[in-house]
Nanobody
Framework: QVQLVESGGGLVQAGGSLKLSCAASGRTFSSYAMGWFRQAPGKEREFVATINWSGGSTSYADSVKGRFTISRDNPKNTVYLQLNSLKPEDTAVYYC????????????WGQGTQVTVSS
């Protein structure tokens, strides 16, 4: 079992930055690949970024590539999402999620943190 708690969301002007954190419980954090997803009002949840168990491999949605950076600190049981050059269309609830190393399904989800970008 993994429990995930996101933090760091808020209101920011277009062009600004935020850093989201996701703290995980348990002693097996490094066993999991981690992902960030987001859901805007009236839209389906979408993939944002993922990082493998060691932090050596990352992948991003085209819409955030070059602006967002995912990273992790395994001793601190934390995954981060640095959001730069924010746009109003980045406004959403951001969720972190965990999946086993050898699975494709994210089994554990946080409660989400709101990011609002004003124009």
């Amino acid at each position: 079992q993994v429990q995930l708690v996101e933090s760091g969301g808020g209101l920011v002007q277009a062009g600004g930055s935020l850093k989201l954190s996701c703290a995980a419980s348990g002693r097996t954090f490094s066993s999991y690949a981690m992902g960030w997803f987001r859901q805007a009002p009236g839209k389906e949840r979408e993939f944002v970024a993922t990082i493998n168990w060691s932090g050596g491999s990352t992948s991003y949605a085209d819409s955030v590539k070059g602006r967002f950076t995912i990273s992790r600190d395994n001793p601190k049981n934390t995954v981060y999402l640095q959001l730069n050059s924010l746009k109003p269309e980045d406004t959403a609830v951001y969720y972190c999620a965990a999946r086993g190393k050898f699975t494709t399904t994210y089994a554990y989800w946080g409660q989400g943190t709101q990011v609002t970008v004003s124009s």
